[in-house]
Structures are given as structure tokens and as C-alpha cells.
């Protein structure tokens, strides 16, 4: 798991540089109005059949091609044990993410015609990924991907409780503090505002959280044990919500593809024909 963090830590960061680099390189060709962009310095390199941006196009077209490579992992059988499904998801909004910027780059912020429908669904793709992914993660899932029943959930949470009592019911006052620490889940929103709800709960968890360890550390516990408490109410809190919007999270989810993939599918199909017209037309990248 450190592995895939440090990877996609420097995949994010290769892609902030990579875009930062264009941007200072050529923010005054991007700047200049477009009939004078023939006369710029950079107009063979930038446009968008120059070398520069050519190999932007075909760079960031590859990646938004291996987002199937996601989908495939999902739905494809023989696929199904091969890492896990979280991780796949992380490379899979990397490549959402970087892919769209490099072809933005590729049309040099000039959008028209037929291939404009394909950009903004692809910009549309994106931005929804973003509030897919967070729906996503409020499903609990095993490793293969497969959802976890509420019965299962209800199961992890005895288990929660049962542990914190074990190895911590001698102290009398960790229990009282983890009483008063509150039920972060606790709400009576419906569909869509319930997202709203969720993300508020995210951002009161962590001030909660902040809080307790104040609390736990004046009732004069060692680090390593306000660092195990709180973890514990963390996953407590978090198994909670799970509980409580599990049939929400999959409503939402389902509703979600109906409106994600339509936009994806117009994106792909445009790609290809965009692609295929350029190389019937002779618009090839030489090295």
C-alpha cells in the first residue's frame, strides 16, 4: 500500500510539473490571440499539429485510453484477483486527470466543432469522476472489489466495540470520553443532500477527532495509546455512517453511471473518429 502512495505521489507530481512547465514555457503563445499565433516563435512546436503539442495529443489520448483498463478490471472475470480495486481506482483518476490536461494542451485552449462535444464530455468525465469516487468510497468493499453487506458492517462494529472495551474498559475514563465523543452519523437527510451531510460529518470527524486527543492526552495517556483510541473512533464513526447510508451510497452510485457513462461513451467515440480522421489526412507525429 506505501508503494502505491509513493507511486502516485510522484505520478501527481510529474503531472503538476509536467503542467506548470507548459504554462511558464508557453503561457505567451496560449495568450496570444489566435490569427496571430502563426507569427509566435513557438507557433511550430505549439500548434496543434506541431511536435510539442502532436505528442501532447497522442500522450494524453493514450491515457484516457487505459482508463478502460479500470473498467475491465471491474467487470472481466479472470481479472477479478488482481490487486486491489482501491488502487486501481487511484491509477484510474490519475490518468482521468492527466490525460484531459495534456489534450487541453494538444488544442491549444481552442475548441470547435464536432471535437469540441468530445472535450467537454471528457471535462465532464472528469469533474464527475471526483464526486464518483467519494460515492464509491462510502461503499465498503473487500479487497476483490465486492461489497460488504449492512449484516457484515453490523458484525464489524460489535467486533469495534468489543475491542475497545478489551483494551480499554479498565479505564474507566477512555469510555466516558469515547461516550462524549459523539455519533459523527447521525442525520435525517435524503438522495443527493445527504452528500452534502456526509462531507460536513468528514470535516466535524476530524475537528471531533482533534478534540479528543486534547482530552485523552489532559487524562494523561501515552501517544501511542491517544493514537490507538482515536483510530478506533475513527473507524467506529466511519463504520457507522456506512452503516446508515449504505442503500443511499448505492443509489446514488447507480444514478451516477446512468449520467457518467453516457458522457464517457461520447468521448470515446469522438476520440477515435478525431484520431482516425488525422491519420487519413496525413497528420502523423515524426520523430
Known sequence: MKLHRVLLTFLYLLTASATVFLIIWGGDFYLTPFGDRPHHELYDQLKPSGFVSHGLGILGSFLVVL??????????????????????LNYHIWLGITGPILITFHTTFKFGGIVAISFWSMIAVALSGFFGR???????????????????LHQMEEKLVDEVGSRFGEKSQVLELLQKSG?????????LLSVFSWITQDLQLRIQLRKFKHELAAEGLSTEEIKEITNLVAQQQLLKRRINFLSTARAILHYWHVIHRPFALVMFVILVVHVAVEILLGYTWIF
Open 183 to 191: 455519533d459523527a452519523s447521525k442525520t435525517k437527510k435524503k438522495g
Open 67 to 88: 482508463l478502460l483498463l479500470y473498467i475491465a478490471r471491474k467487470h472481466l472475470r479472470f481479472m477479478q484477483g488482481w490487486g486491489n480495486i482501491r488502487n486501481w
Open 134 to 152: 467519494y460515492i464509491y468510497l462510502q461503499i465498503p468493499r473487500r479487497i476483490n472489489g465486492q461489497e460488504i453487506s449492512v449484516n457484515e
